[in-house]
């Protein structure tokens, strides 16, 4: 596939399917040189608020190089559950025989990223006047799944050699290492079906929850994620939203999570792909925000290794199944081995169907083929598919290319019959339409891309006097704007909605061309039915407002009249 571009680009959200996205790469930056006594910093040495800004009781709180902490929160697997086949490794300590998997709390930061793999270099740690960045705090981003994998190696051999000074974990217990029959645990990335066990709710939720593609928030999901309605294009500090019923933070938004095992999916049986990233973006959309979707990325390309500038990744602790002889002796005259799913995978969850996370259907499940020698499809169909902005095409959910303005995608070896062609783009409605394939001839598509209330706003290219000139207006037509504010505020943007509403508008809180003119011409009327004539200085004065201690600055602004202001306003 061409490669869309280059530099860091925010991950176009595709539908489970091969994602040849080539480019949007980040280099993860050297490490620097020589030793640094702060590696010997004592456990806790951070504020709180940079590792576990929302700590809860039963958290497990495990060191990391530089005087770090990395916090996971327990996830009970029963045994026998319908749910899944999962059993965790650990042991609670309260001889009820719970069984847990132990997952990160929230996706790795910058800070634990960078302190983790100044160790590994011999490099330095951070330094302390970065601990109070928000940067430091967020999502570390821009890595590819070997970056991750890297990453829980370095962290696993930090914590082996030390592990004789670091205490077993228990209740109440400060900075530990678990262990299981005296091994100590070590770090890697989830596999996929232990992230959508997670996502979904494990055992705390009920069977008609579990099923759903989304967990219930009665706040709303913009208190729970963040994504292209709330994140404006920008990875956010880890634990900022609310947690989900297991209190795991960021599961859905902010950045797409890479996992530990390659892609495979029941459309494509007995294949095994590339990397797959769960969980949404900061640029995905509402109903890209799932339990049941997953995307597949090319690991590599031309310049090496493929890194987006929205994906990161949490860590898992585990721990070796056969820690002696003694215990494989014994799992051996238990019966054998468990029974397996009939295709040799995990079975789905109770009550959730496979055929939403991955809408073709496996080969057990379709209909015995019929007797007799079968005819295989006509593979010659070619479309030509059209788009206003640039924009990742899929046909039948799976990844074709990248469009562009003014050209067209070719997409060769397509089966004749309906075809259901989609189009992608951050800031933009998904388009999608089908089309009949009835020969070789190619078919040409038109796919238009509706702006969101966001990217129509961004495309006016306002200008931070513009900005101010809305909410001078707003105020001259009644409306309450906060002034001191270079942005448009949300108290602004819920005054321009009531605007938008009696006018007729789309009611977005964003400005738009209609309502940019709308506002601008209703705004001069009303300041010329305002202005009086100041016969001293023979221009407009605009009228003091009614409460309040204000004084009058001769400053003037864009459209005559001076600016009133009060400094130490009631």
């Given at each position: 596939m061409t490669p869309i571009s280059r530099g860091p680009q925010p991950l176009p959200l595709v539908l489970g399917l091969a994602v040849a996205l080539a480019g949007a790469l980040s280099r993860v930056p050297p490490t620097g040189a020589g030793p640094d006594p702060g590696l010997s910093r004592p456990p806790g040495a951070w504020p709180e608020k940079l590792y576990n800004p929302k700590p809860l009781a039963d958290d497990v709180l495990v060191s990391i190089p530089c005087g770090g902490t990395i916090v996971f929160r327990p996830v009970v697997t029963p045994i026998g559950s319908p749910r899944t086949d999962l059993i965790g490794p650990f042991a609670s300590s309260d001889g009820a025989g719970e069984r847990y998997l132990l997952i990160g709390k929230y996706e790795v930061t910058v800070l634990q990223y960078r302190a983790t793999l100044a160790q590994a270099g011999g490099g330095s740690c951070p330094a302390i006047q970065e601990l109070q960045g928000a940067d430091a705090a967020s999502a570390q981003v821009g890595v590819s799944r070997i970056d991750a994998i890297n990453f829980a190696a370095q962290l696993s051999r930090w914590l082996h050699?030390?592990?004789?000074?670091?205490?077993?974990?228990?209740?109440?217990?400060?900075?530990?290492?678990?262990?299981?029959?005296?091994?100590?645990?070590?770090?890697?990335?989830?596999?996929?079906?232990?992230?959508?066990?997670?996502?979904?709710?494990?055992?705390?939720?009920?069977?008609?929850?579990?099923?759903?593609?989304?967990?219930?928030?009665?706040?709303?999901?913009?208190?729970?994620?963040?994504?292209?309605?709330?994140?404006d294009g920008s990875i956010a500090p880890i634990g900022l939203r609310l947690a989900g019923p297991l209190g795991l933070h960021d599961l859905y938004g902010n950045a797409w999570e890479v996992m530990n095992?390659?892609?495979?999916?029941?459309?494509?049986?007995?294949?095994?792909?590339?990397?797959?990233?769960?969980?949404?973006?900061?640029h995905s959309?509402?109903?890209?925000?799932?339990?049941?979707?997953?995307?597949?990325?090319?690991?590599?390309?031309?310049?090496?290794?493929?890194?987006?500038?929205?994906?990161?990744?949490?860590?898992?602790?585990?721990?070796?199944?056969?820690?002696?002889?003694?215990?494989?002796?014994?799992?051996?005259?238990?019966?054998?081995?468990?029974?397996?799913?009939?295709?040799?995978?995990?079975?789905?969850?109770?009550?959730?169907?496979?055929?939403?996370?991955?809408?073709?259907?496996?080969?057990?499940?379709?209909?015995?083929?019929?007797?007799?020698?079968?005819?295989?499809?006509?593979?010659?169909?070619?479309?030509?598919?059209?788009?206003?902005?640039?924009?990742?095409?899929?046909?039948?959910?799976?990844?074709?290319?990248?469009?562009?303005?003014?050209?067209?995608?070719?997409?060769?070896?397509?089966?004749?019959?309906i075809r259901r062609v989609e189009a992608r783009a951050a800031g933009y409605a998904k388009a999608e339409t089908r089309v009949e394939i009835a020969g070789s001839e190619p078919v040409e598509v038109k796919l238009h891309l509706e702006p969101t209330p966001e990217r129509t706003e961004s495309l006016l290219a306002l200008t931070h006097a513009d900005r101010r000139r809305v909410q001078e207006q707003l105020g001259e037509l009644g409306y309450t704007c906060d002034r001191a504010q270079q942005n448009l505020s949300r108290g602004c943007r819920a005054q321009l909605e009531q605007f938008q509403q009696r006018n007729g508008l789309a009611v977005t809180g964003y400005m738009s061309r209609e309502t940019r003119v709308l506002l601008e011409r209703q705004a001069d009327e009303r300041r010329r039915q305002r202005q009086t004539k100041d016969p001293g200085q023979g221009r407009a004065v605009t009228p003091p407002p009614l409460q309040g201690r204000y004084i009058q600055i001769p400053e003037p602004y864009r459209g005559g009249g001076l600016f009133w202001m009060d400094p130490d306003a009631p």
């Open positions: 050699a030390r592990a004789k000074d670091i205490p077993p974990c228990g209740p109440g217990a400060g900075p530990c290492l678990p262990r299981v029959d005296g091994k100590p645990a070590f770090v890697r990335l989830p596999l996929d079906q232990e992230w959508e066990y997670a996502v979904r709710g494990g055992a705390a939720v009920s069977d008609q929850v579990f099923a759903q593609p989304r967990y219930p928030m009665p706040e709303g999901l913009e208190r729970h994620a963040w994504y292209n309605r709330n994140a095992d390659p892609y495979r999916s029941e459309r494509f049986p007995g294949q095994i792909g590339g990397d797959v990233l769960r969980g949404g973006g900061i959309a509402e109903e890209d925000l799932r339990a049941d979707l997953r995307v597949e990325l090319q690991p590599f390309d031309a310049a090496g290794d493929v890194r987006t500038a929205d994906t990161g990744f949490r860590v898992l602790l585990a721990a070796p199944v056969v820690t002696s002889l003694s215990k494989l002796s014994a799992q051996s005259g238990s019966g054998g081995a468990p029974e397996r799913a009939p295709d040799g995978g995990s079975p789905a969850p109770a009550g959730v169907d496979r055929r939403v996370a991955d809408p073709m259907p496996s080969a057990s499940e379709s209909a015995p083929p019929p007797a007799g020698p079968q005819t295989q499809p006509v593979m010659d169909g070619r479309l030509q598919i059209r788009v206003d902005a640039k924009s990742i095409v899929l046909v039948d959910g799976e990844v074709r290319g990248a469009a562009i303005v003014g050209g067209y995608l070719e997409v060769s070896g397509l089966p004749r019959g």
